[in-house]
């Protein structure tokens, strides 16, 4: 039988960063409300959760950098929500966050994980934020403990 390694769920004597975009807020209070109650389910004690508001998606991934690379936090949780308007903003935002996101975690000696909603409506952000569909701010918190326990495995 070959070796496996996996992470486990535990978050005891772990710390998070949560980054989360204060745009749309309507949704990104709930996908935080969401994440917290994950890590603390789980044994993160609340001293060892630290939230950084931005002002939108764009800004998550250069806070995400700096709170990654400072060493304190055993991952980092980006949380936003992105919604379809009439104007191509919605493709620059939700893409360039996206990517950015994307190299950081690939990049950073910690998980750095995406959790942002890139949806058409409000409804359906609402809906994702715990609404109808879980939520996802509780999934990235979920990925995170998981994460961050498998690189301390690695």
Not at 7 to 34: P, Q
Not at 55 to 83: K, S, T
Not at 96 to 109: D, F
Not at 114 to 138: F, H, P
């Amino acid at each position: 039988m070959p070796k496996e390694i996996q992470g486990m769920l535990d978050g005891k004597g772990k710390r998070f960063a949560v980054v989360v975009s204060r745009f749309n807020d309507l949704a990104t209070r709930r996908l935080l409300d969401g994440a917290c109650d994950c890590l603390l389910r789980h044994g993160v004690k609340e001293s060892d959760i630290t939230t950084a508001w931005v002002p939108g998606c764009f800004e998550i991934p250069a806070v995400a950098r700096r709170l990654a690379a400072g060493g304190r936090f055993d991952a980092v949780i980006c949380l936003g929500a992105v919604i379809r308007g009439e104007t191509p903003h919605f493709d620059y935002i939700a893409g360039q966050s996206s990517k950015a996101i994307g190299q950081l975690s690939l990049e950073m000696k910690v998980p750095v994980i995406y959790g942002i909603l890139t949806c058409d409506t409000v409804e359906q952000a609402m809906d994702r934020a715990g609404a109808k569909s879980g939520n996802r701010g509780w999934q990235a918190a979920l990925t995170a403990l998981e994460m961050a326990s498998l690189y301390q495995v690695i």
